[in-house]
């Protein structure tokens, strides 16, 4: 790996360890966060985190994930930020996955999840801030462009919305 030097900057570096150990620790803890149990009980142990210190050791290293571009659900599966079963309801993934969607349309309707009552922040606006770089998921005026019709001449499809 070359190392760049630019005259003035050679202090910023100091103190801070080589590119490459960063790297191999991230990789190695990587490693270990989708290292898996045949009977699942390690990754059951690290969603649920009911340890406080292995509750801030998850939550630190999926800080240092995310700062890499690397987006991983703290609960682990989306599956686990859906509201419970009400009565009647499949409980088939694709129905679920699909009920989720129908019902939670907006960035307020997701926050309102009953998983994230306790909670001063809100997972999906962090993830998806980073996605779409947003600093919030609140709703923004939209400008639909002029389209030209099939007759050659400017046809408006619609005026401006907002998107909820």
Known sequence: MAVVSIPGLDHLHEGLPPLGEVLDELNAAVDA???????GSARRIL????????EKMKLDLLRMLRHEDI???ERGAIEAYYP???TNESNNKNDRARTFCERY???????G???F?????CEFDLIFGAFFGAASLESSPVEIPEQIGADGTQAEFAEASALE
């Open 33 to 39: 966060f989708f290292a898996r149990s045949a009977s």
């Open 47 to 54: 969603e649920e985190a009911n340890d406080p210190e292995l």
């Open 71 to 73: 987006y991983v659900w």
């Open 84 to 86: 419970e079963l009400q």
């Open 105 to 111: 349309t907006t960035a307020e309707a997701i926050r």
């Open 113 to 115: 999840l009953p998983i």
């Open 117 to 121: 009552q306790d909670s001063a922040t």
